[in-house]
Each structure stands twice: as structure tokens, then as C-alpha cells.
């Protein structure tokens, strides 16, 4: 969807627009999911959060200004925050080898999965900073600027921790081997 | 140093995204090829990981949730009077219009209140009589208002005696005419019945009183008329008389009858023969 739809459906939103609104929520749905994914240690908190996400977006909506994206995904930081601290999880994300099983076991054979499930576990020991630069960047594909405007930094701060990140996860990487 | 590696990476990064071999891009930087090469691969490795997809019931899930919240809050949104007047400025308009009517309305009426007859003022304190008159329902309370009137009337008309030293006929007629109407409004219930009378005996008494003193200090042409007045109230006294006596001898007969509230009696007078105020 190019900036002129989404702003275009934006507008909408706020006016009341039911259509639009699904619209949007369609839109972000897949990808606060994705950044969410791999941050929570299963696929139904994932879930629930992202709709969670989407709720608080709606009720809000009237409410937002500047980008869209930056302005969902600061949503979506605060609401796993908030999921952290409600569930003092902290420490179980921190080892994920041994949650989920039954939702990969369930998926057994499923390469993607297991890839997605080892990224998922190697991310778990980078920082949130840098977790959400890694997400943002390679799951998301969104560039340094934009990621700068949603994480709230300077572009070269981005660039910084982009590039400690992924000598981080090498690290992680290289340990397992 | 620290920071020309990671602009490198960074604009390698979008390259490979682009679709640029990881070979070229490290020939391009050999300073930096040996700590750039994993890294690079690391990305390109995560570049074409399958993303995660969230099942299509779970969308669909919020999306009716979304709805719910839609039909709650968002659609009709709570209003303030701001919100509502920003969005229909015609309201704004015809709302402002409607309380500069009413604060041009109750002041017009609060500073008529003195006013004389000539005075500017004076047809808005009679309208505003009127319109008083019109939004009072209740009988008995229309007869007081009557009273209030005709006792209006007779100060309007003493001020412009005590300055011209000549009687507004127009004045001395409606004082009258107000008393008359007072008497002949309507249905005065039992109870309230004895007091209305004492009540318009006592002005009828001290409209005729006023008259009185007033008669030494107006022309002659004038005090033919006063007298036609005097003697109208001076009938109406001896009428009126009659008829409290007739009511207090009533009542003081009257064995209590079994309460019967939705029943109230009614009295209603004409005044007698004669006193009429033409």
C-alpha cells in the first residue's frame, strides 16, 4: 500500500469511515503481529496482543498524529510493556527453549517454523532496543529512517545499534554451532 | 571508525535488499570485508526467513471486535456543545440568537418595569403584562395577577397626576376593568375563596381611598370623573361586603362534610347590578 492509500485511509478512519477502519486494521494487523511474534513466547499471546493493539489503535484514532506506522508500533511497545510487567514474563521470554513446544510440535516438519522458532529464541538474549531494530529491519523491511522515526532515535543512533544487533545475533549464532 | 562501519553496513544493507550480491558488496569495502561478510549473510539469511503469518480467524476475530468498539464509541462519538457548534455553525447562529433574544427580552422587561405611560419602555411593560398573563394557567393565580394590574394602573396613574394634575381616563378605566376581571377570572375554589374576596376588598378599598385623596388636587374637569369612579369602588365595597358575609355565615353553617378531595367546590361572582365601570 503506497503513503497516498494509507494516508487517504487514515483520513477516512477518523471520519467514521467503518470501511476504511477494517481497511487499516486488516493493513497493521499482519505486521504488529510479526513484530510481536517475535518478542512473546507464544503465537496465542501474540495474537491476542496484536488485537489488543488494534483496539487501542481504534479507540485512539481520532487522537493520532504524523506517521501512522511509527504511531502503531509505539502502540504496540507499550502494550508488550505492559504484557512484560502484568505477567512478570521477563525472564521465561529469556528462555524460550523450553516454552511453546506444543505449538512447534504441533508444526513438526515445518522448516519456516523451526526458523522462525530459532530466530525467535536468539533474539530473546539481544536487548529490546535491539531486538526491535532487528524485527523492524529485516521482518518488516522498513528502512533506517523510518525505523528512526518509529523507535524515536536519531538515524544514526539506528544505524549504531543496527550494527551491534547483528553482531549480537552472529554471536548467538555462532554459539550454537 | 566505529561509526564509518556502521554506515557501511547500513548502506549495504539496503543494497542487498535491492538485490546486490554479498561478493560485490564486500569488494566494494575490503577494509571492512572480513566483519562485514557475516553479517551481511546474517541479514540475507533473515531477508528470506518465511514471516510469520497470523491466521485469518484471528483477524477476522478483531475485526469484529474492532466493529463492536465501532458501534460503542467511534461512530457517534460523545459531542461537547464545542464539537457540535464546530461542525454546525448554523446551530451556533440560530443558538446564539435564541439567548440574545432572551437576554434582550428579560432586560427590555427588568427596565420597563418602571416605566410610564409615554415613556419608550411602556408598550414592552405592557406586552411583557400580557405575555406573564398568557403563561399563567392557574385561575386563582390569574385573578391576583389581575389585582396586580389594576393596582399598577392606579401608581401609573397617580404619577401623572402629581406631575400634569389631570387623570389618564385610559389609566383610571383599565384600574377598574383589572379589578372587575379579577373578580370575574374564573373558578376560585372554596377554600381559597374567603381570602380572594378579603384580599380584593382591601384593594378595592384602597383604590378608592387613593381617589379620594387624590380628588382635591385635579382640575374640576377631572374630578367629575374621579367621582364616577369612587362611586363605582364605593358600590363594589358594599357588594363585596354582602357577599363576605354571605360566605363567613356559609361556612360557619357548614357541618365538615365527608372528605371528598377530589371534589373541591367552585365559586365564581359577577359583581352586581350597577357596578359596572363604564
Given at each position: ?18 470501511f ?40 485512539a484514532?481520532?487522537?493520532?498524529n ?28 529469556e ?18 517454523l ?11 538474549h ?35 545499534l ?16 | ?28 569495502y ?25 491466521s ?53 422587561s427588568?427596565?420597563?418595569?418602571n ?15 400580557k ?37 389618564d ?76 358575609n ?8 357548614t ?24
Amino acid at each position: 500500500m503506497s503513503d497516498f492509500e494509507l494516508n487517504g485511509l487514515v483520513d477516512d478512519a477518523k471520519k467514521g469511515d467503518e470501511f476504511a477502519l477494517g481497511k487499516l486494521c486488516e493493513y497493521f494487523y499482519g505486521k504488529v503481529y510479526r513484530f510481536l511474534f517475535y518478542k512473546v513466547s507464544n503465537i496465542e499471546d501474540a495474537e491476542d496482543l496484536t488485537s489488543e493493539v488494534c483496539l487501542r489503535a481504534v479507540k485512539a484514532l481520532k487522537h493520532q498524529n504524523g506517521s501512522i506506522e511509527a504511531w502503531i508500533f509505539r502502540i504496540a511497545s507499550n502494550i508488550l510493556t505492559d504484557f512484560y510487567r502484568r505477567r512478570s514474563v521477563r525472564k521465561v521470554v529469556e528462555n524460550r527453549n523450553d516454552i511453546d513446544e506444543k505449538m512447534f510440535a504441533k508444526n513438526n516438519g515445518n522448516e519456516s517454523l523451526l526458523l522462525q522458532r530459532e530466530l525467535q529464541q536468539k533474539l530473546a538474549h539481544l536487548t529490546k532496543e535491539q531486538q526491535d531494530v532487528i524485527v523492524l529491519k529485516f521482518i518488516e523491511g522498513y528502512e533506517t529512517k523510518e525505523i528512526a522515526d518509529i523507535l524515536g532515535k536519531p538515524e544514526g543512533a539506528i544505524r549504531a545499534l543496527q550494527f551491534r544487533a547483528l553482531a549480537a545475533l552472529k554471536k548467538e549464532y555462532v554459539k550454537q554451532d | 571508525m566505529s561509526n564509518e562501519i556502521e554506515n557501511i553496513l547500513d548502506i549495504c544493507l539496503d543494497e542487498l535488499k535491492a538485490g546486490t550480491d554479498i561478493e560485490i558488496l564486500l569488494m566494494r569495502y575490503p577494509d571492512h570485508a572480513a566483519e562485514l561478510k557475516p553479517l551481511l549473510g546474517l541479514a540475507l539469511e533473515m531477508n528470506q526467513l518465511p514471516k510469520p503469518k497470523p491466521s485469518q480467524e484471528k483477524i477476522s476475530e478483531t475485526l469484529v471486535k474492532v466493529g463492536k468498539e465501532v458501534s460503542k464509541g467511534y461512530r457517534r462519538p460523545k459531542r461537547s456543545f464545542r464539537d457540535v457548534f464546530l461542525w454546525q455553525p448554523k446551530l451556533a447562529w440560530v443558538t446564539s440568537g435564541i439567548f440574545a433574544l432572551i437576554l434582550t427580552v428579560l432586560t427590555m422587561s427588568t427596565l420597563s418595569a418602571n416605566s410610564a405611560p409615554g415613556d419608550l419602555l411602556y408598550p414592552i411593560k405592557l406586552a411583557t403584562e400580557k405575555v406573564k398573563f398568557i403563561l399563567t394557567f392557574n385561575s386563582e393565580s390569574k385573578a391576583e395577577l389581575r389585582l396586580t394590574f389594576s393596582e399598577e394602573r392606579l401608581n401609573e396613574m397617580l404619577d401623572i397626576s402629581q406631575q400634569s394634575g389631570t387623570i389618564d381616563t385610559l389609566l383610571l378605566k383599565s384600574m377598574l376593568i383589572q379589578a372587575q376581571l379579577a373578580l370575574e377570572q374564573g373558578e376560585i375554589s372554596d377554600e381559597k375563596a374567603l381570602p380572594f374576596l378579603n384580599k380584593l376588598q382591601n384593594v378595592n378599598n384602597y383604590q378608592k381611598k387613593t381617589l379620594q385623596n387624590l380628588r382635591p388636587s385635579v382640575d374640576s374637569s377631572s374630578r367629575i370623573i374621579l367621582d364616577r369612579a369612587i362611586e363605582t369602588c364605593g358600590m363594589r365595597e358594599r357588594w363585596l361586603v354582602q357577599i363576605i358575609n354571605e360566605e363567613t355565615i356559609q361556612n360557619s353553617n357548614t357541618v365538615p362534610p365527608t372528605p371528598k378531595p377530589k371534589q373541591i367546590g367552585k365559586k365564581q361572582w359577577q359583581w352586581g347590578p350597577g357596578c359596572g365601570c363604564n
